[in-house]
């Protein structure tokens, strides 16, 4: 059972462009939503995180809209730059006190110069 | 400071045979995760832990066996190699803040399993 759906799986944008990387999620009890970049042969790494009590979170050219009712999150990229070519994952997780991610199947994007 | 530290890179098992990922972490974090990654199906988790002496099953824990021993180790056990364990293997590990929440979850650079 996937918990956390990510769209699209692939992405080709241009440079300057906006890319866009939507998520759906199940579980109502998720309350930790946090983005991680994973360039070929690295690990994942956390770009931003957001958690349901506000509806956006910017820092620098990324920003998180969240919205909770639709129970969907999604990551902008603004200003997207050659560098930022890597493969997206979403992820939730419960108050547990401890990080059981629940990855979405990632988005591999490539920003064309 | 090295993070989380994965070792082997990269390996080549035959059917049935068994070895063991070694992770290690040196940010005195008390979380420990072993997660697995294949094409297409994001990340899954497979063991995690709380602290030294106490782990946990997570989503598809079957042919995998853990043991920490260490605040700083966290080692995964294959016995029994099958083909449906080859896939790419990330440990990580996260500190639980001082809200009660962890932080974010750091993650090693992977080791690259095929079973033939």
């Known amino acids: 059972q996937q918990q956390v759906k990510q769209s699209p799986q692939s992405l080709i944008v241009q440079k300057g462009g906006i890319s866009i990387i939507n998520c759906a999620y199940e579980?109502?009890?998720?309350?930790?939503f946090p983005w991680y970049q994973q360039f070929p042969g690295k690990g994942p790494a956390l770009l931003i995180a957001?958690?349901?009590?506000?509806s956006e979170k910017k820092e620098g050219r990324f920003t998180i809209s969240f919205n909770k009712s639709a129970k969907q999150f999604s990551l902008h990229i603004m200003d997207s730059q050659p560098g930022d070519s890597a493969t997206y994952f979403c992820?939730?997780?419960?108050?547990?006190?401890?990080?059981?991610?629940?990855f979405g199947t990632g988005t591999r994007l490539l920003v064309s110069p | 400071n090295a993070g989380v530290t994965q070792t082997p890179k990269f390996r080549i098992l035959k059917i049935g045979q068994s070895m063991t990922l070694q992770c290690a972490q040196d940010?005195?974090?008390?979380?420990m995760y072993w997660y697995r990654q294949d094409p297409g199906m994001g990340l899954k988790l497979i063991y995690y832990s709380v602290g030294a002496g106490i782990t946990d099953k997570g989503e598809v824990p079957n042919g995998y066996n853990v043991s920490r021993s260490t605040t700083e180790d966290f080692p995964l056990r294959l016995e029994l190699a099958a083909p449906s364990q080859t896939s790419v293997y990330f440990c990580?590990?996260?500190?639980?803040?001082?809200?009660?929440?962890?932080?974010?979850?750091?993650f090693g650079q992977g080791t690259r399993l095929t079973v033939v």
């Open positions: 992820a939730a997780s419960t108050p547990a006190g401890f990080q059981k991610l629940v």
């Open positions: 990580a590990s996260s500190l639980q803040g001082t809200d009660g929440r962890d932080t974010e979850a750091f």
């Open positions: 940010m005195n974090h008390n979380y």
């Open positions: 579980n109502t009890a998720f309350d930790y």
């Open positions: 957001i958690r349901p009590d506000v």
